[in-house]
């Protein structure tokens, strides 16, 4: 019986934090309404963000798809028998081309969304991009996208 009564407490001392931790994840809003809470924009303005957004994102993933063909073809030329270094260029030329697209893009919407906003709106927009990577370079983050390595090669 004593037993059993200390496994189960062990068992809640152990399960505490994992509720928690998902407690509070599932509680959270998406990042998108947590701006919009924050700007505390209008109707009129979500629905107008929403729509730049959805532009981006379709402009976009047209030019992932383009990324992710190129970076394929790199690979099969970088593993050939005898490596064309002249495509392997050209293909990186391409690659660096349509990230830079990218980029253009991103700042683009970025810049009509700001459009969009007041002055006040706009102060608090400009400063929430800094304001995370502070946050992520004091955690030792850093800004890194979704699975590259970290400053010594860490995964």
Request: charged fraction near 35%.
């Amino acid at each position: 019986m004593k037993t059993q009564i200390r496994k189960t407490i062990a068992a809640i001392i152990l399960m505490t934090p994992i509720m928690l931790f998902a407690q509070t994840r599932d509680e959270r809003a998406p990042r998108g309404e947590r701006i919009a809470e924050v700007l505390e924009l209008t109707d009129d303005q979500k629905t107008q963000i929403e729509g730049i957004h959805s532009a981006q994102m379709k402009e976009s993933l047209h030019l992932r798809n383009q990324q992710n063909e190129l970076r394929a073809k790199l690979q099969t030329l970088r593993t050939e028998e005898s490596a064309d270094m002249k495509a392997i260029n050209n293909t990186i030329d391409d690659m660096t081309a349509l990230q830079a697209s990218l980029m253009k893009l991103r700042e683009e919407s970025h810049q009509k969304v700001r459009s969009l906003l007041t002055d006040e709106q706009r102060i608090k927009f400009d400063t929430m991009r800094s304001m995370r990577r502070e946050r992520a370079s004091r955690r030792g983050e850093g800004y890194q996208r979704r699975g590259s390595r970290g400053p010594r090669g860490e995964k």
